[in-house]
């Protein structure tokens, strides 16, 4: 039976695991992100005996993806203290002679969605994950997008919210998507995290706004067949009719689609894989690196 390694590396956690060919995750581990070469240790650690064909990652970023370029593998401008610059992927191909899958968090968990979720049998979704930061991966037309460099979609610019004075948590933006609406802005923004917030709270008619304004845009750009939206802050459940009803107002109408406009309730969903959508997702990098291979 195949056995594939799994890495879904968070900015605040790590978790590892392995999975099989049908994206069934047989055995798992997490532990806190800290500095590389301790995390990393930690990860060697758990696989040195597994006996894994390949590993896939799926990790924070942003990340060198250019296969010609000499720091492919490489965490490159992220905040997370001692990672920027740091060759992730390197250090793991040091301890493992199997092939590897690379690519960003979100990316992977939009491959699990399309793979095996939300959006099996479609060409298309958009992934975003909304917790300590915001992320987006693309999976159009049947393939990752990648481009330039990769999708940084949790950095784009937003309208702000008239009543919303915060001046966002951003080190790079400030008042970009992720400073307004991940998690460390509910709490920087109302002193206390999201989920000790009622679901009256004007902290999700924000949040709402803010979200709603991303997937609107990501809608008018890349024309998905589904949006997909996974992360700790979507764990209340509560925001997504406020978001479709908020995405609904921003198109006025223009975007014509019976899925949205009839059906928007199955087209902007939570992921189908669960919170195990990204460690399903680095199973199916994985697996595409095998058959690569």
Known sequence: MTRIGAIEAGGTKFVCGIGNAEGQIEDRVSFPTGVPEETLAQVIDYFRDKQVEAIGVGTFGPINIDKNSPHYGYVTTTPKPGWSNYNFLGTLKQAFDVPFGWDTDVNAAALGEATWGAAQGLDSCVYYTIGTGVGVGVYTEGKLVHGLVHPEGGHVLLRRHPEDTYAGFCPYHGDCLEGLAAGPALLGRWGV?????????????????????????SILMLSPRKIILGGGVMHQRHLFPMIRAEVLKNLAGYVSASEIVTGIDSYIVPPGLGDNAGLSGSVALGLRALAEA
Do not use: C, R, S
């Open 193 to 217: 995290k999201g989920h000790e917030l009622p679901e009256d709270h004007q902290a999700w008619a924000f949040e709402a706004y803010y979200i709603a304004q991303a997937v609107t845009n």
